[in-house]
């Protein structure tokens, strides 16, 4: 609680402080705030040479998941001034009912708010639906969509560049659905349930989820289905519970990317493209072994 009444009290106080600010610099750029890494991509695809926008991704680009993020005053500040605040939604920031708190004309977009959704682990909603292309096309479109309404100026820019990155999604999801067609196994074991959005649009059957509730169910239909490896993100890569079952049984662990973090420079637009090349390459390296 004490926390939480210090945050409130930066956050006033930096409203404050940023009033005059905000004057200065609201007229002069359009202000656009991202929650995390995967909004970011789409977003800057976007708004790509709209000079008069202003787009900075709240928290940095190697946080990783944001189920439990919690929003420090830094966050806080970069909002300050903003018109739109873009988030994933599907609850992945649990913390983005607070984010218009005393923020002044703060609109709120949850990018995947229409997008059907799968259920996930805790039968809670699977919110790592980006890792399906052809909802990130969806994405694409709804923040089109919004940014064209709140910006008409640059509408033709925002029209444009949304078709040829929708142009770009579509090739590389043909091409994922080609290279995943000749795949010689297409059962895998993951851990996490963020991979579910991939494998159900290219085909790929997931037999367990490691670790599971019941490890021992879960390593019985691993051995036999003769899956000798677990796909897991980053983040999870060491975790102790997967070592030590992978470690048990002699299995190999493979890290997938889930574009929930990355680098930002000259090549970012084309993240999401790479990190679906990446992922390929290495189903390909597993499963045809």
Partial sequence: MKKLVALF???CAMLSLSSCKEENTSQDKLRIITSFYPVYITTLNIVDGVESVELINMTEPDVGCLHDYIMTA????KAVGAKLFIAS????????GKVSLGIPRLELLESGEDIPHKIGE???ENPHYWMNIENTIAQTEKIKRTLCRIDPVNADVYEKNAAEYTQKLNEVKLEAQERCASLGKRKIAVMHDSFDYFADEFGLEIIALVPDDDNIIAADKIERAGIDTIFTQQSFAENASLRTIVKKKGWNIAVLDTLTSGEIN????DAYLDAVHKNLDLLESVLNK
């Fill in 89 to 96: 939604g599907l609850n992945m920031e649990k913390f983005v």
């Fill in 122 to 124: 805790e039968e809670e």
């Fill in 74 to 77: 830094e966050d806080i500040e």
């Fill in 9 to 11: 009290l930066a956050i």
């Fill in 266 to 269: 000259e090549d970012t637009k």
